[in-house]
């Protein structure tokens, strides 16, 4: 899968991070880096070994930080991290940000979400 996600940690840190402790994440960098994975993939550019599902994760793990981050990830075993092509096209979705410009857009609305899948 390719998935970004907020950091934190709603309990016990079994991941790094500190317990119970959420951090900071602008909601449309998630948007625009989802969007930018999305894009991509439907470019058909990449040679892809494998047929990954593009997805919005939920906040599970660390580090700790006081800076607002997000988590853009390839997943989620050995074999899928060694998909160079998987990796070129997360970095690309990471390099086709704009981060002068692209978290501003007036039809957009942040919204917190709780729950299992």
Same mark, same amino acid.
Not at 49 to 54: H, L
């Given at each position: 899968?390719?998935?970004?996600?907020? =950091?934190?940690n709603f309990s016990q840190p079994m991941f790094g991070g500190k317990e119970s402790t959420l951090v900071n994440c602008n909601s449309f960098?998630? +948007?625009? !880096?989802?969007? *930018?994975?999305? &894009? !991509?993939?439907?470019? /058909? +550019?990449?040679?892809?070994?494998? &047929?990954? /599902?593009?997805?919005? /994760?939920?906040?599970?793990?660390?580090? %700790?930080?006081? *800076?607002?981050?997000? %988590?853009? /990830? =390839?997943?989620?075993?050995? $074999?899928? @991290?060694?998909?160079?092509?998987?990796?070129?096209?997360?970095?690309?979705?990471? *390099? &086709?940000?704009? %981060?002068?410009?692209?978290?501003? $857009? *007036? $039809? @957009? +609305?942040? =919204? =917190?979400? %709780?729950?299992?899948?």
């Amino acid at each position: 899968s390719f998935t970004v996600h907020p =950091v934190g940690n709603f309990s016990q840190p079994m991941f790094g991070g500190k317990e119970s402790t959420l951090v900071n994440c602008n909601s449309f960098l998630l +948007k625009h !880096l989802l969007l *930018n994975i999305q &894009n !991509l993939v439907a470019s /058909e +550019k990449y040679g892809l070994t494998y &047929n990954y /599902e593009v997805s919005l /994760e939920v906040t599970h793990h660390g580090p %700790f930080t006081t *800076n607002s981050v997000a %988590f853009i /990830e =390839v997943g989620s075993s050995m $074999d899928q @991290w060694q998909d160079l092509e998987a990796c070129h096209l997360i970095a690309d979705a990471v *390099n &086709n940000m704009d %981060f002068r410009h692209d978290f501003i $857009d *007036n $039809d @957009w +609305k942040s =919204v =917190v979400g %709780f729950g299992g899948l």
